[in-house]
C-alpha cells in the first residue's frame, strides 16, 4: 500500500462535481422505518437495491418490525426472499438478528461496533446504517466505492478494508454521509466498472485510472 497525495483541490473539484452529478442524491433502497431499512441493507449484499425493492415492496407493507419477522418463521422468511441471492443464510442472519431487535432497541446500536453485534452487519453495512439513518460522517466503503477512489487517487489500496481504513485520514472535515451517496450513484451510473464515461466525465484531467489506462 502506498500513501497518495490527493490534494485539497482535487478532493473540492471531485466532490463538487459528484454533487452536480447528483443533486438529490439518496439512498435506493426503499423502507418506512430504520428497521425495515436495516433489513433492507442485509438483504442487499451481493444483490441490486432493484432486486431488493422488488421482494420487498409487498413484504414491507405488512412487515415493520422485528416481531413481524420472528412470527413468520425462519423458514417463511426463506421462501419470501428466494429471489436474492444468499437467501438461506440471510434468512437465517436476518432470523437472528431479529431476535436480538425484539429484545433490544434498534436505536441503542448507535455505533459501527454495537451494530456488528447483528448478524450479518459488518464494517460497511453498518457505515450505510448510520449515514443514512443518523447521518453520521462516516463512509461506507464496498468493493465500487473501493474501485472508484483507487482510479481516482484518493488512495492507492489493494482491498476494500484497506480503503476504509486510508480513506479516513484523506477525508478530514469532508461531508462524508452526502458522499457516501454521490459516491454510490458515481459508481452506479457513471463511473462503471467496465466501460466507463470517461469521454465526458470533467475528472478525466486529474484521473489516474483515465491518465495510465485508457491513455496507454
Ligand atoms: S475519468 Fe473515467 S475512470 Fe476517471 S472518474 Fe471519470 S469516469 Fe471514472
Not at 41 to 54: C, E, F, G, L, P
Not at 89 to 104: D, F, H, R
Not at 115 to 134: C, D, E, N, P, R
Not at 147 to 159: E, H, I, M
Request: charge should be positive; proline fraction near 2%; hydrophobic fraction near 40%.
Amino acid at each position: 500500500m502506498r500513501k497518495v497525495a490527493i490534494t485539497k483541490d482535487n478532493i473540492k473539484k471531485i466532490v463538487d462535481y459528484l454533487d452536480s452529478l447528483f443533486p438529490d442524491a439518496k439512498t435506493e433502497l426503499v423502507s418506512e422505518n430504520e428497521f425495515q431499512f436495516l433489513i433492507a441493507i442485509i438483504m442487499s449484499a451481493q444483490t441490486t437495491d432493484k432486486q431488493v425493492n422488488k421482494a420487498n415492496q409487498e413484504f414491507f407493507k405488512v412487515l415493520k418490525s422485528p416481531e413481524d419477522w420472528l412470527n413468520l418463521g425462519q423458514k417463511k422468511i426463506e421462501n419470501y426472499i428466494k429471489s436474492i441471492g444468499f437467501y438461506k443464510s440471510k434468512a437465517k442472519n436476518i432470523y437472528k438478528t431479529c431476535e436480538i431487535l425484539s429484545k433490544e432497541k434498534l436505536s441503542d446500536f448507535d455505533s459501527v461496533e454495537k451494530l456488528q453485534k447483528l448478524y450479518w452487519v459488518g464494517i460497511k453495512t453498518a457505515k450505510v446504517f448510520l449515514s443514512v439513518t443518523k447521518n453520521t460522517q462516516v463512509l461506507a466503503v464496498d468493493t465500487h466505492v473501493h474501485r472508484v477512489l483507487n482510479r481516482l487517487w484518493f488512495v492507492k489500496t489493494k482491498t476494500p478494508l484497506q480503503t476504509d481504513k486510508e480513506i479516513q485520514k484523506v477525508m478530514i472535515g469532508d461531508d462524508l454521509a452526502r458522499l457516501h451517496h454521490t459516491l454510490i450513484l458515481f459508481w452506479r451510473y457513471h463511473c462503471t466498472a467496465r466501460n466507463p464515461k470517461c469521454n465526458i466525465c470533467k475528472l478525466n484531467k486529474i484521473c489516474r485510472y483515465y491518465k495510465i489506462e485508457k491513455l496507454k
